[in-house]
């Protein structure tokens, strides 16, 4: 039913007219439960992925990106939700664990992690 819900919220958006620039920002693009998802924050999250990435994309690869993007934000919404309803919380040793071992996984210096992390926020 979520899904449904979802799905329909996402088109129902898609189909509406152009709007001003800025109301465009703040067009709701996605709909988890009772969390908004907008442009704006679906623009910021494809920006993200674009400086991740480092390269020059195509319009093709672009379209391709903000779908994925849409989805994480759906996807991280879900988790989230779940994990509140719950009242799950994030071992900090865990973290601080994972952490250390990316930063061996990609040869980085220790905490340049969380330093270059840092640096793709907008």
Same mark, same amino acid.
């Given at each position: ?20 620039a800025w109301a465009n920002r703040e067009r709701v693009v996605a709909v988890v439960n009772d969390q908004v998802i907008t442009q704006h924050d679906l623009d910021q999250r494809l920006q993200l992925t ?13 379209? *391709?990106? #903000?779908? !994925?993007?849409? $989805? ?10 779940? =994990? ?15 952490? *250390?071992? #990316?930063? !061996?996984?990609? $040869? ?10 840092? =640096?793709?926020?907008?």
């Open positions: 039913m979520m899904l449904i819900k979802l799905l329909f919220t996402a088109c129902l958006a898609l189909t509406l007219g152009a709007t001003p674009i400086r991740t990435l480092n390269t020059t994309i195509s319009a093709n690869q672009r379209q *391709r990106l #903000l779908q !994925q993007s849409l $989805q994480q934000l759906v996807n991280e919404a879900i988790v989230k939700q779940f =994990a509140a309803s719950r009242d799950l919380k994030v071992d900090e040793r865990l973290r601080q664990s994972k952490i *250390r071992q #990316l930063e !061996q996984q990609y $040869q980085l210096s220790p905490g340049s992690f969380t330093t270059r992390l840092g =640096a793709l926020a907008p």
